[in-house]
């Protein structure tokens, strides 16, 4: 298989298909920054579910409150 060589007549075809194509794109992209932020949003809700859901069935959250309460108590007192 031979490589034909690239010659600006050979880059024509492609860059007018594109400018073509080019006004079919939407060029208002002002709810795209809100779609970012509500997928990225969400993807933190679920890793704190996550985490939260693991933390509860291992009994961590208690023992860090009762460590907690404990210290306050004795520095309090």
Do not use: H
Not at 18 to 24: D, F, I
């Amino acid at each position: 298989m031979t490589d034909s060589p690239v010659t600006p007549a050979s880059c024509v075809t492609p860059l007018r298909r594109t400018q073509r194509l080019a006004p079919t794109l939407p060029a208002d992209e002002s709810g795209q920054t809100t779609a970012e932020y509500a997928l990225l949003t969400g993807a933190i809700a679920l890793l704190v579910a996550a985490v939260t859901a693991w933390a509860t069935s291992t009994g961590k959250i208690g023992r860090l409150l009762d460590a907690v309460f404990n210290y306050l108590t004795k520095a309090i007192s």
